[in-house]
C-alpha cells in the first residue's frame, strides 16, 4: 500500500461522503506534500475537535512515510 493510498484509507473511513475524498502527493525540492482534500460537510469529522483527529492522521502518516524511507513529508488537509 502506497502512502497516498492509505492516507486515502484513513480519510475515507472518517468521512461521510467517501467518494468525494481526494488524495493526491506532489514532489518537491524540500520532500513530498500530501493533500488530502474533502468537502465542506465533512471537515469537522476529519478535524476533529481542537485539531486531534487531524494531527493523529498526519502522526499515522508520518510513521508510514518513515517506514517506507520516505523524508519530509508535509500533510494538509483542505475542503472543497
Not at 502522526?59 to 494538509?76: E, H, M, P, T, W
Request: charged fraction near 30%; avoid cysteine.
Amino acid at each position: 500500500m502506497t502512502i497516498v493510498e492509505f492516507a486515502e484509507f484513513l480519510v475515507t473511513h472518517l468521512a461521510k461522503e467517501e467518494d468525494m475524498v481526494k488524495v493526491k502527493d506532489y514532489e518537491t525540492e524540500e520532500g513530498l506534500i500530501i493533500e488530502i482534500l474533502v468537502p465542506e460537510s465533512d471537515m469537522g469529522r476529519v478535524i476533529g475537535k481542537r485539531g486531534k483527529i487531524a494531527n493523529s492522521i498526519k502522526s499515522l502518516i508520518q510513521a508510514k512515510a518513515y517506514n517506507d524511507g520516505i523524508k519530509n513529508v508535509k500533510v494538509n488537509i483542505d475542503s472543497f
